[in-house]
């Protein structure tokens, strides 16, 4: 292995753990959000809904196809109104959304570091 491929796998050994640390601390930032809510929502087996979770599971009807959809993320949004603990949970869905795709770009980069040092 060359010098430059063995600073590239480092760095993106490092990557991958930053990635990892960094999606367990937005799962922790959802759970924590999502219990702060103070919804008296309740589902039809007596779990808490929270505004979020009602807000996810909402569908609206599409005037032109008749098609039904989930909500975008302005609509979910506009849903959860003005709880900051489900706003809070949704930004970080959103972030840890795009966090998976940062550790799954990782992920390929290092097996193909792999597959060139076979």
Do not use: P, W
């Not at 990635?19 to 924590?32: F, P, Q, T, V």
């Not at 569908?59 to 003005?82: C, F, M, N, P, Q």
């Amino acid at each position: 292995m060359k010098q430059n491929d063995q600073v590239k796998a480092v760095q993106a050994c490092a990557a991958y753990a930053r990635h990892a640390a960094d999606i367990k601390a937005l799962g922790n930032a959802i759970h924590e959000g999502l219990e702060g809510c103070r919804s008296k929502l309740r589902g039809d087996n007596g779990e808490k809904l929270t505004h979020l979770s009602k807000a996810l599971r909402e569908s609206v009807t599409e005037d032109e196809t008749g098609e039904h959809r989930r909500l975008y993320d302005d609509e979910i949004l506009k849903a959860i109104g003005r709880c900051s603990h489900c706003r809070a949970a949704f930004n970080a869905i959103k972030a840890r959304k795009s966090a998976r795709r940062s550790l799954g770009q990782v992920k390929r980069f290092i097996g193909v570091i792999g597959r060139r040092t076979a």
